[in-house]
T-cell receptor, first 109, second 113 residues
Framework: GQNIDQPTEMTATEGAIVQINCTYQ??????LFWYQQHAGEAPTFLSY????GLEEKGRFSSFLSRSKGYSYLLLKELQMKDSASYLC??????????FGKGTSLLVTP | TAGITQAPTSQILAAGRSMTLRCTQD?????MYWYRQDLGLGLRLIHY???????GKGEVPDGYSVSRANTDDFPLTLASAVPSQTSVYFC????????????FGPGTRLTVL
């Protein structure tokens, strides 16, 4: 089975940097995804990691350490529109995505 | 491009009634998925289909059935709805390939009374 943990809530200030952590214990591993979900909307894809290291995409970066079962999503130059839930998801060997419960990020002025 | 669409947007259903949630994608993706999202529980996989003509059970399949007659459509049926099936239902699709990124539809909010 899969066990995916991430903080329930985080608060950060506009213009700052925030790191959202995700730890996982899996019976198989075939990639880790981060999704953003605004209230009342569908999840939208942010990033994908399958090898160790950092993937950078504009203001967002995602890091993976497979040996530690650990990933983080780094958001730089925070904007008010970044207030959303951030979902960590691990894909097992059968292509199914197993989601964490999500981290609700509030960006304050 | 429409991407992936779901219908209805929302529905109130009496317990014991049946209902089919519709999902259609125009991206020619091989794989399609149904999730439910509940407060405090996150997204949970109900059923999936890796390709037209095949389906499989996810984490929470009881009370739900699916079919995949063609590539584009993946309906989810509740044969006899119960209040615990009140949830937001998301359909997703993915193209089989190096990353298999899943793309989500806008969701259906279902209330069973």
């Amino acid at each position: 089975g899969q066990n995916i943990d991430q903080p329930t809530e985080m608060t950060a200030t506009e213009g700052a940097i925030v790191q959202i952590n995700c730890t996982y214990q899996t019976s198989g591993f075939n990639g880790l995804f981060w999704y953003q979900q605004h209230a009342g909307e569908a999840p939208t894809f942010l990033s994908y990691n399958v090898l160790d290291g950092l993937e950078e995409k504009g203001r967002f970066s995602s890091f993976l350490s497979r040996s530690k079962g650990y990933s983080y999503l780094l958001l730089k130059e925070l904007q008010m529109k970044d207030s959303a839930s951030y979902l960590c998801a691990v894909r097992d060997s059968g292509y199914a995505l197993n989601f964490g419960k999500g981290t609700s990020l509030l960006v304050t002025p | 491009t429409a991407g992936i669409t779901q219908a209805p947007t929302s529905q109130i259903l009496a317990a014991g009634r049946s209902m089919t949630l519709r999902c259609t994608q125009d991206m020619r993706h091989n794989a399609m998925y149904w999730y439910r999202q509940d407060l405090g529980l996150g997204l949970r996989l109900i059923h999936y289909s890796n390709t037209a003509g095949t389906t499989g059970k996810g984490e929470v399949p009881d009370g739900y059935s699916v079919s995949r007659a063609n590539t584009d459509d993946f309906p989810l049926t509740l044969a006899s709805a119960v209040p615990s099936q009140t949830s937001v239902y998301f359909c997703a699709s993915a193209e089989r390939g190096s990353t298999d990124t899943q793309y989500f539809g806008p969701g259906t909010r279902l209330t069973v009374l």
